[in-house]
């Protein structure tokens, strides 16, 4: 079980951090029980978090997005690969992908966030990979002959 790592007052950065992770998490549940409606509402609260990160920290305005257009190319571009193409499960698995990564690298750039980035990073790792039913199945082991075979 986590634990909290905050300590003493919170951060706007902080809460907003928290609140992204949530989201992620509420994101892939929707993927998985085929709420895509619901589910590209919570990656889009993912981005959205993640460039308001990025407007907090250059001083730029953050509410309702109105610093977005002011972000350097370089973090919108990158962020951009984030908007959902189609409602398809893979699709949306893929951009929850980018917005989650562009939220690390948003987050890894703030020293307050670092403790609870390292806890969470292999969590959202995890989230954002490819499940057991999704991988390519593995190949059966190689048979070594049945005991009383050979």
């Known amino acids: 079980m986590l634990q909290p790592v ?52 250059r001083e730029l305005p953050a509410q309702h997005g109105s610093g977005f257009d002011a972000l350097p190319a370089e973090v919108r571009d990158a962020l951009r690969e984030a908007l959902v193409g ?8 893929r951009a929850l992908r980018v917005a ?13 966030l670092a403790e609870m980035t390292a806890i969470v990073v292999p969590h959202l790792r995890e989230l954002t990979s490819a499940w057991k039913e999704e991988r390519a199945p593995e190949p059966p082991p190689e048979s070594r002959g049945t005991p009383g075979t050979g």
């Open 86 to 93: 189609s409602l398809e499960r893979k699709e949306l698995l």
């Open 100 to 112: 989650t990564a562009g939220l690390l690298r948003e987050a890894a750039q703030v020293r307050e």
């Open 6 to 57: 905050w300590r003493g007052c919170c951060s706007v950065e902080r809460d907003l951090f928290g609140y992204a992770v949530h989201h992620a998490v509420r994101a892939r549940v929707c993927i998985e029980r085929g709420r895509v409606w619901q589910a590209e509402y919570w990656l889009s609260g993912v981005r959205d978090t993640a460039l308001t990160l990025a407007c907090l920290r």
